[in-house]
């Protein structure tokens, strides 16, 4: 693989001043970007946003909240989508999932590319990353209830790498309170770095208690588990993960890129979270890998 020269990629594209920031980022950090650090191009869009108390927290715990993310509206509207999407599953487990979201309703579209949402992924899994999963769950009383805690980037092999794989981020129509069925944590497991072993899987957790509006977000190896639902009603939950570019998303949106209807329509964000930038089989018997996509690459990974 043709290697990029120095630290940072030279890529003659005649790029926008938007790229050019994220080459020029690179160049201050020398490509060596260590965890939890924000990169130059990124840092004054951190503190607009008002996210660096909840990226302290994040660093020290392995997970945070983010208030005041989405309008109390486009939660209500989202509750529907889930439900109209949600096939109850079969058997004793008594909760509703829909799967394969993104695409499917454009206001799935709109909360998954929040800039919040995407700043913050950017600190957490890198400036290239990938859309990983977007889906909804129904918890209702009475309904499932894991049998211990477990790390989301599980497929990956122990010890995990320093720079963190996968991030989630989980946003309830309604707010969550224990009670209500909140996501449970271990604070602090995501510095083993590891699967919990047979005894840690029954660790003591803390639930995550979100206000309506707020975001829940947790580290790809942060220990935890779903809580048990208490009262009646129902909790309903977007997820959303993100993944490390040269990690494989869990679920496959490529075909999107083809539909150029929708393309037309999506957000401006969607095709770096698609891979449209992406090199990975862009090489044949006839032609060598896209050296531009190829170079990109090279300058958002290191970011």
Request: glycine share 10%; with cysteine.
């Amino acid at each position: 693989m043709r290697e990029a020269k120095g630290q940072g990629a030279k890529v003659n594209k005649g790029n926008s001043s938007e790229f050019d920031s994220l080459v020029s980022s690179v160049e201050k950090s020398g490509g060596f970007l260590g965890p939890y650090e924000v990169s130059d191009h990124l840092s004054a869009r951190i503190e607009e946003l008002d996210l660096l108390d909840s990226l302290a927290h994040f660093e020290t715990h392995g997970y945070c909240i983010i208030n005041d993310v989405y309008a109390h509206s486009d939660l209500d509207e989202l509750n529907s989508v889930i439900h109209a999407f949600a096939t109850k599953d079969k058997g004793v487990i008594a909760d509703g999932n829909a799967p394969y979201l993104l695409g499917r309703d454009p206001l799935v579209d709109k909360m998954v590319t929040h800039p919040k949402i995407l700043a913050f992924a950017e600190v957490s899994v890198g400036n290239a990353f990938r859309v990983g999963q977007v889906a909804g769950s129904i918890k209702y009383k009475g309904g499932f209830v894991p049998d211990g805690v477990h790390s989301d980037q599980n497929w990956l092999p122990a010890p995990f790498p320093e720079h963190n794989c996968v991030i989630t981020f989980c946003i309830p129509c309604d707010g969550m309170t224990d009670e209500e069925g909140a996501t449970r944590i271990v604070p602090g497991s995501h510095v083993k770095r590891r699967h919990p072993n047979r005894e840690e899987r029954f660790s003591e957790t803390r639930p995550i208690e979100v206000e309506k509006g707020s975001v829940a977000v947790w580290d790809g190896s942060a220990w935890h588990c779903s809580g048990a639902r208490k009262v009646d009603g129902v909790r309903t939950m977007l997820h959303a993960t993100y993944q490390r570019f040269y990690t494989q998303p869990i679920d496959d949106y490529s075909y999107l890129l083809e539909n150029h209807d929708y393309m037309k329509v999506a957000p401006k964000e969607m095709g770096l979270l698609l891979g449209q930038g992406a090199f990975f089989g862009t090489g044949s018997k006839d032609k060598m890998v896209d050296v531009q996509k190829f170079e990109e690459a090279m300058v958002r990974t290191r970011l």
